[in-house]
């Protein structure tokens, strides 16, 4: 069994900041991109940044110059330091992460159950 589980989210003001960390475990070989997603209420999930096994990241127009990711390969846990938040912020972010498993070598696409943020005065 693999899966991912996101920790960090909770409730801050406007213009605040939040760190969310997602964490993987079982029987992982490797884990090549991870990324953080969110979907609002009443809206579709969207990508929100991304970052490859080695370093490289990108991220949605909305979040450029307000959100880090980052990832620590040993510790199979990636991170999303968010900056300047705005009330649209608001959504459940979600973790998602491309791993190979240990026996059968087989690729998976994983995702977290995902951690609530809320941005409100």
């Known amino acids: 069994q693999v899966q991912l589980v996101e920790s960090g989210g909770g409730l801050v003001q406007p213009g605040g900041s939040l760190r969310l960390s997602c964490a993987a475990s079982g029987s992982i070989f490797r884990i090549n991109d991870m990324g953080w997603y969110r979907q609002a209420p009443g809206k579709q999930r969207e990508v929100v940044a991304g970052?490859?096994?080695?370093?490289?990241?990108n991220y949605a127009d909305s979040v450029k110059g307000r959100f880090t990711i980052s990832r620590d390969n040993a510790k199979s846990t990636v991170y999303l330091q968010m900056n300047s938040l705005k009330p649209e912020d608001t959504a459940v972010y979600y973790c998602n992460a491309a791993i190979i498993v240990v026996v059968t070598r087989d690729g998976m696409n994983i995702w977290g159950k995902g951690t609530l943020v809320t941005v409100s005065s």
């Open positions: 970052i490859t096994r080695g370093g490289s990241t």
